[in-house]
């Protein structure tokens, strides 16, 4: 037997390193007929806010080779409904939960902090700073590391639940904002969120998505994610956890190796309902063909000739 | 709704750019399904990445061994589908979707089916409903649009069954068979003709739709229409298939194609 539990702070333990990510695994309970919740590592649910968020117009996705681009804009349904509706169903099936969450204002995501606080079966909370398809809120506060850090700093005094903090790979140096954010208190990174991209249609030469630009995903961004997920754990001393095109076992072991203490899955869900139980399968064989115990014995070993 | 792995079981061409698919599918996939639901199909072999997405497509006709899709080629995945090898193993999820709400067909109630080109795929599976439960043929009106003669699928069947009493019309936008012109020009003049009205059930480009579904509030029609809409997971958890609803509620204007429909009634859409 492998041990694949990890710890991302003494109270959060996951009995393994797979989460799903924010915003491609609904609030859990579409998932319910495929995969039994409470198996995963954490379900982390779609960006909540304080009220709920309409999103953007459609056209609002596109694919690109391995990958795509989507629009969506939080659309959410506020965090009222989501604690009447949908955390129950979480709690009943047991499963990890983290709340993915965002504000326009410092106050909003202070406010929501406050709320989520007083709530049992929440796990955890992970602030997305790094949207890029809402024009307030998100993105702003996630480019300049003293705007985030204050932020962190705000939310980190309105609650005691685990506090991730998940970045934004559209800026010219992660490391920074990633240690600010350390500085502030928050407990773990995860990264990245998506790539501002765009389509273009050749034939009406119109932009494809309403929006203009979108947030690219998928297994093209995996490279990035992998070398930013690197950076960020060499220089930081809280759990990293990382995101960005993850669509097998092997991938999920290379964020692993690069210091990475989770994962997270997202555009693959779609494909693949079942991917993420897939991934933790696979991690847990590739580990006992290697003897390895624990999984912690893997994480960082990434070996760099001098 | 399950996820499965199926057999590409036989492949015809019709024409220079639409194909049938036959797919094996578990057993109790033909007890489950609704006509008008559809299938999530992987365009890629297994551990491809690309293209990363399943493609939607429309559970056209059961059959004894699994059931057919009826594809256009449109761009690269459908390109990749139609030169797929017989035995090939395909990943699916389905069905999915609602299907049309076959409930509220009496067995004296007239109803018309509207196919605007590659839209027959869904239509033909609740003519096949409609056939299988003994639905008196008189009381079906099948309406087609299409650009042109070729593009006309599957019409020698269709006129097998006017000789069994469907009425079948025709709208070609060269005017090669049938009505020279639209669909609709068809419906409108249908509409003023019957006594009492029919329940319309439509799927087909969306200006088409668009159309059809005016007219019909105008005749005070009850009338379901099928959707498209791009998707990336098919059951509801992306948000990136969604259609605005007519609503007041500024809060939430979206109606998820993939789940909420694809088939919804004409009065509850922004048209
Ligand atoms: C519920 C549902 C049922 C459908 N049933 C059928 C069917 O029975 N037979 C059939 O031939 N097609 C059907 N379609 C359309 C089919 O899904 C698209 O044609 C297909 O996904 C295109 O894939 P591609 O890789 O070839 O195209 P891409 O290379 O991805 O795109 C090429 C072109 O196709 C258009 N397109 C892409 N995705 C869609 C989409 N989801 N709907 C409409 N246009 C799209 C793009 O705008 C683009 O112009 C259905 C769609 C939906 C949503
Ligand atoms: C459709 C879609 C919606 C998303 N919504 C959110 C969200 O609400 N909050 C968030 O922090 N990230 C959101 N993301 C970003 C993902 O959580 C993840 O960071 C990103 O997609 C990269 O991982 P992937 O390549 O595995 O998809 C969304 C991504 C997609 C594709
Ligand atoms: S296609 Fe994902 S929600 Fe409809």
Avoid at chain 1, 131 to 140: E, I, R, S
Avoid at chain 1, 206 to 231: C, D, E, W, Y
Wanted: aromatic share 6%; charged share 20%; net charge negative.
């Amino acid at each position: 037997m492998v041990d694949l539990s990890i710890s991302l702070t003494p109270e959060l333990r996951l009995q393994n390193p797979v989460m799903t990510a924010s915003g491609t695994f609904g609030y859990g309970r579409e998932y319910e007929p495929y995969l039994e919740l409470n198996k995963l590592g954490a379900v982390v649910t779609k960006g909540l806010s304080l009220l709920p968020k309409p999103g953007n117009e459609p056209p609002r996705i596109m694919e690109t080779p391995c990958g795509m681009l989507n629009a969506i804009g939080l659309e959410n349904i506020g965090v009222e409904a989501f604690l009447s509706d949908e955390l129950p169903v979480l709690k009943a099936a047991q499963a990890t939960v983290v709340v993915n969450f965002f504000g326009e204002t410092i106050d909003e995501y202070e406010e929501l902090a406050g709320i989520m606080d007083q709530e049992t079966g929440i796990d955890a909370l992970e602030i997305n700073i790094s949207c890029p398809n809402v024009k307030a809120g998100g993105l702003q506060f996630g480019i300049d590391p003293r705007m985030a850090a204050s932020l962190v700093a705000a939310v980190r005094r309105r609650t005691s639940l685990p506090l991730i903090t998940k970045l934004s790979p559209n800026v010219t140096d992660i490391i920074s904002i990633a240690m600010a954010v350390e500085a502030a208190g928050t407990d773990c990174v995860s990264l990245i969120n998506t790539l501002t991209g765009m389509a273009v249609d050749l034939q009406s030469s119109k932009p494809v998505l309403a929006n203009i630009t979108g947030g690219l995903s998928g297994p093209a961004i995996k490279p990035i994610a992998l070398r930013m997920v690197h950076q960020v754990a060499r220089n930081v001393n809280i759990p990293v956890i990382g995101i960005g095109g993850i669509s097998s076992a092997n991938d999920a072991l290379e964020f692993l190796l690069v210091g990475a203490t989770a994962i997270q899955v997202g555009t693959c869900n779609f494909a693949n309902p079942v991917i993420t139980a897939e991934i933790a399968a696979g991690i847990e064989s590739f580990l006992h063909e290697r003897s390895i115990s624990h999984i912690n014995d893997f994480i960082g070993s990434l070996k760099i000739p001098s | 709704m399950f996820l499965f792995h199926s057999t590409v079981l036989r492949l015809t061409e019709i024409t220079p750019d639409t194909f049938r698919i036959r797919l094996s599918c578990p057993e109790n996939f033909v007890r489950q399904f609704i006509p008008g639901q559809f299938v999530m199909v992987s365009v890629a072999g297994p551990s491809h990445l690309d293209p990363l997405l399943k493609r939607p497509f429309s559970i056209c006709r059961l059959r004894s061994d699994g059931f057919e899709l009826l594809i256009k080629v449109v761009g690269r995945g459908t390109e990749m589908l139609r030169h797929m090898a017989i035995g090939t193993l395909l990943s699916l999820h389905g069905p999915l979707g609602n299907g049309y709400p076959v409930k509220i067909i009496k067995n004296d109630s007239r109803i018309m089916l509207v196919a605007g080109g590659i839209g027959i795929a869904s239509i033909i599976s609740l003519l096949d409903y409609c056939l299988e439960t003994a639905y008196p043929l008189k009381n079906i009106n099948l309406i087609l649009g299409a650009r042109t003669s070729s593009e006309l699928l599957y019409i020698d069947e269709f006129r097998q069954l006017v000789e069994k009493g469907l009425s079948l019309s025709i709208a070609t936008d060269d005017g090669s068979v049938g009505h020279y012109g639209l669909v609709t020009d068809l419906i409108s003049r249908q509409l003023q003709d019957v006594e009492n009205n029919p329940i319309i059930f439509s799927c087909g480009p969306m200006p088409m739709l668009t159309a059809l579904g005016k007219l019909a509030m105008e005749a005070s029609c009850p009338c379901y229409l099928s959707l498209e809409s791009r998707m990336a997971c098919g059951f509801g958890v992306c948000l990136g298939c969604v259609t605005r609803k007519k609503t007041k509620d500024e809060k939430h204007p979206w109606v998820k194609v993939c789940q909420d429909g694809p088939v919804f009634d004409v009065t509850t859409l922004m048209l």
